[in-house]
């Protein structure tokens, strides 16, 4: 298993101001993952994060509004770009293993006023 | 493209009673399943998956699911739950050979009284 840790853990953030997450992991990774999980809603993949080339984005989800760092294989950032309140979200990142398994970070809990 | 079901929003039940939280999917093509629960304030932690081979799958603290290709089911069972249970439970699937990209239900409330 992967261990994963995410930065912040929360944030309240003022409107029109950007947010980056860290994601870090505990070993190399290919596959590293970006999910939104808004208010008692379930959780929708914004991205995939690929090391050395740009991030694969998932229908209604844009890179300038949600640009995606991947420097190395244990490292990814999320950047919320020019918040607004429908941003609040908890934002999780994930990654792959072997065999189709995901393990998640514990989330950055993202309140926007 | 992939779709997941997931019928109850909110089940409560009393401590040590059966519990069963449904699954459906929809697929054009073969997927692994996974049962994952988010305790409050937490990420997500894996429960159980089914990949192939037997069709009765068991997880961590006493859950199991069973794979259901006819009606396309992945239902989660647990025959005594306790307090601790109380969390929130999402189904998942990813294609085969598909990039590991997982697609959510929308979460069942597991809610555990005395």
């Known amino acids: 298993s992967a261990v994963i840790s995410q930065k912040p853990s929360r944030d309240i953030c003022q409107r029109g101001t950007s947010l980056t997450i860290q994601c870090q992991v505990d070993s190399q990774v290919t596959m590293m993952f970006w999910y939104r999980q808004q208010p008692g809603q379930s959780l929708t993949l914004i991205a995939t994060a690929n090391q050395g080339s740009e991030a694969t984005y998932e229908s209604g989800f844009v890179i300038d509004k949600f640009p995606i760092s991947r420097p190395n294989l244990t490292f990814s950032t999320l950047t919320v770009s020019n918040m607004s309140p429908e941003d609040s979200s908890i934002y999780l990142c994930?990654?792959?293993?072997?065999?189709?398994?995901?393990?998640f970070g514990p989330g950055t809990r993202l309140t926007v006023l | 493209a992939q779709s997941v079901t997931q019928l109850d929003s909110q089940v409560p039940v009393f401590e040590e009673a059966p519990v069963e939280l449904r699954c459906n999917y929809s697929?054009?093509?073969?997927?692994?399943l996974f049962w994952y629960v988010q305790y409050p304030n937490q990420g997500l932690q894996l429960l159980l998956k089914?990949?192939?081979?037997?069709?009765l799958v068991k997880g961590i603290n006493g859950f199991e699911a069973e794979f259901n290709k006819s009606q396309t089911s992945f239902h989660l069972r647990k025959p005594s739950v306790h307090i601790s249970d109380t969390a929130e439970y999402f189904c998942a699937v990813t294609p085969r050979g598909g990039g590991n990209k997982l697609t959510f239900g929308t979460g069942t409330q597991l809610k555990v009284e005395l």
């Open positions: 994930s990654v792959g293993a072997w065999d189709n398994e995901q393990f």
């Open positions: 697929s054009s093509v073969s997927v692994y």
């Open positions: 089914y990949l192939s081979g037997s069709t």
